[in-house]
C-alpha cells in the first residue's frame, strides 16, 4: 500500500495528538469515524500516513525517538494512546532562529516550558538532505506563534527538497502572494494558513456570524476571548507575538460577517495563560446583534476544548490533500483546503462553500 511520509517542526502537543490519532484509528477500527471528517482521501486512509522526520529545539526530545519525544515535557495534552510503538525516527536537532520567545526561555518551571538543545543546529543544506533522503512527501509546520523567521526558514526547506508544505501556523507564507507564486513555479501543494481546529474558537464564532448573515440579522459587536495552559498560550504573553494571529482570527471571522465591523466593536484572540488548564482551552464568545423589528438579541457562549487534539483531525485530512495534489501534480495553494482548513488562506469563503469545494477536489482528483 501506498504510504504517505511526513517529517514535523515541532514536536509539541499538536504533534503528539497527531501521532497518538495515527495509531489509535489503526487500533480501533469501530471508532475510526469518531471526530474524523474524512474516513478515506482518494486512496488514502489515516493509517496511510507514516512519520518519518520530526525537527525540535528542546534536548528532552531531540535524539530520542518520536515515540518518546511526543510524550515528553512541557507537552501536557491528553494521552489518548499511551501505547505508541517505538518509530525508529529520531527528533532531529532544527534551526531555532525565532522559533523561541523570551517569555518561554525566562519561565521558571521548565516543566512548562522548554530546555534548549546544546546540540549544533542543523543547516538548511542538511534539512533539505534529510526530506529528500527520507523521500518525505509533506512537512508540516507546528513552530509557536510568532515564528516568521523560522516559518520561512522550513518553508524555504520545503521548497528545496520538493515536498508539500502544510502551514499550521499564522504566518503568512500560503496567503502571501510572493510565497504563493514560489510554490506555484515549483508545482509544489501548499495549505495555510493557521490551521482550524474541528470543534474550536474561531470555527464556532465563523459559524455563528454566519448564521446572522443568513438569517437575515445584523452583527453589532462581537467578542472572543480565549485562555490555556499550554506553552502555546505561555508563548502567546508576549504581545509581539501576536500580531499576525490576531490578525488571522479577526480576519476569519470578519469575512464571514453580515457587515464588516469597526474594529472597536470586534475583539478576537488570545487572552491569557492559566497553568493548571493544561491543554485545555477555554473559549467566550459573545455577540450583540438585531434582528426583526430592529429588536436586540444576544449569544453568550462558552466553548471547553482539549485544544491539540482538536486541530489533529484538520491536520489529517491537509495531509491527506496534499498528498493528493501530489499524486496529481498539482501545485500551488490548494484554495478549497485552505479555505476549510485555515483561518487565514489566500482566499475566504463560507464555511459550507470551503467544504463543497474540498469535496469536488477530492471527486475529481480520485
Not at 519561565?107 to 538548511?124: A, G, I, M, N
Not at 528545496?160 to 510565497?179: K, L, Q, R
Not at 506555484?184 to 470543534?199: C, F, L, S, T, Y
Not at 459559524?207 to 452583527?219: E, I, M, N, Q, W
Amino acid at each position: 500500500m501506498d504510504k504517505i511520509r511526513i517529517a514535523i517542526i515541532g514536536v509539541g502537543n499538536c504533534a503528539s495528538s497527531l501521532i497518538q490519532g495515527l495509531y489509535f484509528y489503526e487500533k480501533n477500527s469501530s471508532a475510526d469515524c469518531i471526530g474524523v471528517m474524512h474516513k478515506i482521501i482518494g486512496k488514502y486512509k489515516i493509517s496511510d500516513i507514516e512519520v518519518v522526520a520530526a525537527f525540535d529545539v528542546d534536548k528532552r526530545k531531540v535524539g530520542f525517538d518520536v515515540s518518546e519525544a511526543i510524550f515528553a515535557k512541557p507537552n501536557c495534552t491528553t494521552v489518548f494512546y499511551p501505547n505508541v510503538p517505538q518509530m525508529g525516527v529520531k527528533v532531529t536537532m532544527g534551526k531555532v532562529l525565532d522559533g523561541v520567545s523570551e517569555q518561554m526561555a525566562e519561565y521558571q518551571d521548565k516543566d512548562k516550558t522548554f530546555v534548549l538543545s546544546e546540540s549544533k543546529e542543523t543547516s538548511e543544506d542538511e534539512i533539505v538532505a534529510i526530506l529528500k533522503n527520507t523521500k518525505t512527501d509533506v512537512l508540516l509546520n507546528y513552530l509557536p506563534v510568532g515564528s516568521e523567521e523560522a516559518a520561512k526558514f522550513y518553508a524555504n526547506c520545503a521548497l528545496n527538497a520538493g515536498v508539500a508544505f502544510i502551514n499550521n501556523i499564522p504566518v503568512f507564507i500560503a496567503s502571501d502572494p510572493a510565497w504563493e507564486k514560489r510554490f506555484k513555479e515549483k508545482n509544489i501543494p501548499i495549505i495555510g494558513d493557521d490551521i482550524k481546529a474541528q470543534v474550536g474558537a474561531t470555527i464556532v464564532h465563523r459559524v455563528l456570524s454566519d448564521l446572522f448573515k443568513k438569517r437575515g440579522c445584523t452583527l453589532e459587536k462581537t467578542y472572543q476571548l480565549n485562555f490555556g495552559g499550554n506553552t502555546d498560550f505561555l508563548n502567546m504573553t508576549v504581545k509581539d507575538r501576536l500580531v499576525s494571529k490576531k490578525i488571522s482570527k479577526t480576519e476569519a471571522v470578519q469575512s464571514v460577517a453580515p457587515q464588516r465591523l469597526n474594529s472597536d466593536n470586534i475583539h478576537v484572540g488570545p487572552s491569557d495563560f492559566v497553568a493548571w488548564k493544561k491543554d485545555n482551552k477555554i473559549c467566550y464568545i459573545a455577540m450583540e446583534g438585531r434582528m426583526f423589528g430592529d429588536v436586540p438579541f444576544t449569544i453568550d457562549l462558552k466553548l471547553s476544548v482539549e485544544d491539540s487534539p482538536n486541530s489533529a483531525g484538520v491536520a489529517i485530512d491537509a495531509i491527506r490533500l496534499a498528498k493528493l495534489a501530489l499524486d496529481k501534480k498539482i501545485g500551488g495553494v490548494l484554495t478549497g483546503a485552505a479555505a476549510f482548513l485555515c483561518k487565514h488562506p489566500p482566499v475566504q469563503f463560507p464555511d459550507d462553500e470551503a467544504y463543497n469545494l474540498v469535496e469536488k477536489f477530492i471527486n475529481d482528483n480520485k
